[in-house]
């Protein structure tokens, strides 16, 4: 299966371990064949040529281009996702399986406009933060509240807080309230059952942690497993049989979770409603 990549600009790390990750979870089935950059990286130094000719991945002058020479597709831009409306725009018309990659939106109304695309012309397509697959979190069950900790800021990091705690609470959001610090952030997601959930993240390279309290009792997590290697054998086995996706309904929430929460930093202590 050939594989094309979509990006905003290509050197940048998910791009750059992307290809072999997906060789060795496919059993060399599948191979990053192509791959087309919008603009040169301009964090990590190299053109998309040098990026190309460095990793054996011919370039593409265009999206159509990608597309066309592709089986399947990876919508890549993981730190830029106000870019995934204008990178899917083809992808998500061609009705080849199509990854995207996380953040999947800014907000709710930009993951639901990109989603009608891909449902208009049937193009199977789902994004994920890599942390839904950590060993750590599965079988969990009966959640009634959760304190979770992890690295960074909130634009770029909070996904990987927000989607174990979306896919743990299995419930509706109702309202998210943002308090700032030096170094840090907090962060509370209030549920429309009565639940809660906190996310706080921390300057500094910091290990994933959750605090859960089930109706069984408590759990202390640490993400210690490669979270990677699962994201890379659910793409894989995505890519076999397109069926097998995160639902929607649930990004468009975990999607209106992380808007709301931008909202809420610039009211620090006040309430937003999702």
């Given at each position: 299966m050939?594989?094309?990549?979509i990006?905003?600009?290509l050197d940048?790390?998910?791009?750059?371990?992307?290809?072999?990750?997906l060789?060795?979870?496919s059993?060399?089935e599948?191979?990053?064949?192509?791959?087309?950059g919008?603009?040169?990286?301009?964090i990590?130094?190299?053109?998309?040529?040098?990026?190309c000719s460095?990793?054996g991945i011919?370039?593409a002058?265009?999206i159509?281009?990608v597309i066309q020479k592709?089986?399947?597709?990876v919508v890549?831009?993981?730190?830029?996702?106000?870019?995934?409306?204008l990178?899917?725009?083809?992808s998500?018309?061609?009705?080849?399986p199509?990854y995207?990659?996380?953040?999947?939106?800014p907000?709710?109304?930009?993951?639901?406009?990109?989603?009608?695309i891909?449902?208009a012309?049937g193009?199977p397509?789902y994004?994920?933060?890599?942390?839904r697959?950590?060993?750590e979190?599965q079988?969990?069950?009966?959640?009634?509240g959760?304190?979770?900790?992890g690295?960074?800021e909130?634009?770029?990091?909070?996904i990987h807080?927000?989607?174990?705690?979306?896919m743990?609470?299995r419930?509706?959001?109702r309202?998210?309230?943002y308090?700032?610090?030096?170094g840090?952030?907090?962060m509370?997601?209030?549920?429309?059952?009565?639940?809660y959930?906190t996310l706080?993240?921390?300057a500094?390279?910091?290990?994933f942690k959750?605090?859960i309290?089930t109706?069984?009792?408590?759990?202390?997590?640490?993400?210690k497993?490669d979270?990677f290697r699962?994201f890379?054998?659910?793409?894989v086995?995505f890519f076999?049989?397109?069926?097998?996706?995160?639902p929607?309904?649930?990004?468009l929430?975990?999607?209106?979770?992380?808007?709301?929460?931008?909202?809420a930093?610039?009211?620090p202590?006040e309430?937003?409603?999702i």
């Open positions: 050939k594989i094309g990549f990006d905003y600009y940048e790390w998910h791009a750059n371990h992307y290809p072999q990750w060789r060795e979870a059993g060399g599948m191979e990053v064949v192509i791959a087309y919008m603009i040169d990286s301009p990590g130094g190299r053109t998309t040529q040098k990026w460095d990793m011919a370039q002058e265009s159509e281009e592709s089986d399947a597709l890549l831009s993981p730190d830029n996702c106000e870019m995934h409306e990178l899917c725009q083809l998500l018309r061609s009705g080849k199509t995207v990659d996380k953040t999947f939106a907000d709710y109304e930009t993951a639901k406009r990109i989603f009608d891909a449902e012309s193009t397509c994004s994920t933060s890599a942390l697959y950590a060993e979190y079988g969990i069950q009966n959640v009634r959760i304190v979770s900790v690295p960074n909130f634009e770029t990091y909070a807080q927000i989607e174990p705690i979306m743990l609470m419930g509706e959001p309202r998210v309230q308090l700032p610090g030096e840090w952030y907090t509370a997601i209030a549920f429309k059952d009565g639940r959930a706080a993240g921390y500094g390279d910091i290990p959750m605090d309290k109706a069984e009792g408590a759990e202390k997590i640490t993400v497993s979270m699962g890379m054998q659910h793409l086995a076999r049989d397109p069926k097998q996706i995160v929607h309904d649930e990004t929430r975990i999607m209106a979770v992380r808007g709301a929460g931008v909202k930093m610039a009211n202590g309430w937003v409603e």
